[in-house]
């Protein structure tokens, strides 16, 4: 069974603030989507990775895929209170499925 | 064009009862995938369906069936209700190898 582990489980800053989440698993992925979800609401596709040490920038976000293909990064700069959410990763092995992290919990506090 | 569309929202049940859960996929995708995700964590992969078979399951017992109709749309059905079904249900849809999509959930509380 391939497991996702993310950290921190919550994570609260200030606006203006940055922050990393962390996604780290034993197994090799063949590509890392990251999600953030909002409550009342079904997870949304920020990013996915595919190549190891690949970085993506999205505004301020920029998501990293290790070189072994088995964790990943996010980092946003300068939070904002509308970053609030669920921010979940996710891979894709072997199988078509895709295996989830635990999910970070960000709150930026205005 | 609609997204993926999930009914009911939210549903009560009580214990030892039966539930259906429905989802219809984004137009142009095949493939349904249904997940469980408990409050403040991520979602765990229940079972796929493609041409209408369950392709992949996840560490689920039989409790927990489903379907997908010709027209790609699908049921997930819960028999025995436990307190620990209580969960937001999510279903996906995709062409594979292509992006996931989500719905908004069903809302399953069991007394």
């Known amino acids: 069974t391939q497991l996702l582990e993310q950290s921190p489980q919550f994570l609260s800053i200030q606006e203006g603030e940055n922050l990393t989440v962390y996604c780290n698993s034993s197994?090799?992925?063949?590509?890392l989507q990251w999600y953030r979800q909002e409550p009342g609401e079904g997870p949304v596709l920020l990013v996915t990775v595919v190549t190891g040490g690949e970085v993506k920038k999205l505004k301020r976000l920029t998501f990293q895929f290790g070189d072994a293909r088995k964790d990943s990064s996010l980092h946003i700069t300068a939070a904002q209170p509308g970053d609030t959410g669920l921010y979940l990763c996710a891979g894709r092995g072997s199988a078509r499925q895709l295996t989830f992290g635990s999910g970070t919990q960000l709150t930026v506090l205005p | 064009d609609a997204g993926v569309t999930q009914s009911p929202t939210h549903l009560i049940k009580t214990r030892g009862q039966q539930v259906t859960l429905r989802c219809s996929p984004k137009s142009g995708h095949d493939t349904v995938s249904w997940y469980q995700q408990a409050l403040g964590q991520g979602p765990q992969f229940i079972f796929q369906y493609y041409e209408e078979e369950e392709r992949q399951r996840g560490n689920f017992p039989d409790r927990f069936s489903g379907h997908q109709f010709p027209n790609y749309s699908s049921e997930l059905n819960v028999n025995a209700l436990l307190l620990g079904d209580s969960a937001l249900y999510l279903c996906?849809?995709?062409?594979?190898?292509?992006?996931?999509?989500f719905g908004e959930g069903s809302r399953l509380t069991v007394l």
């Open positions: 197994s090799v992925f063949s590509s």
């Open positions: 996906a849809s995709s062409s594979y190898p292509g992006e996931l999509f």
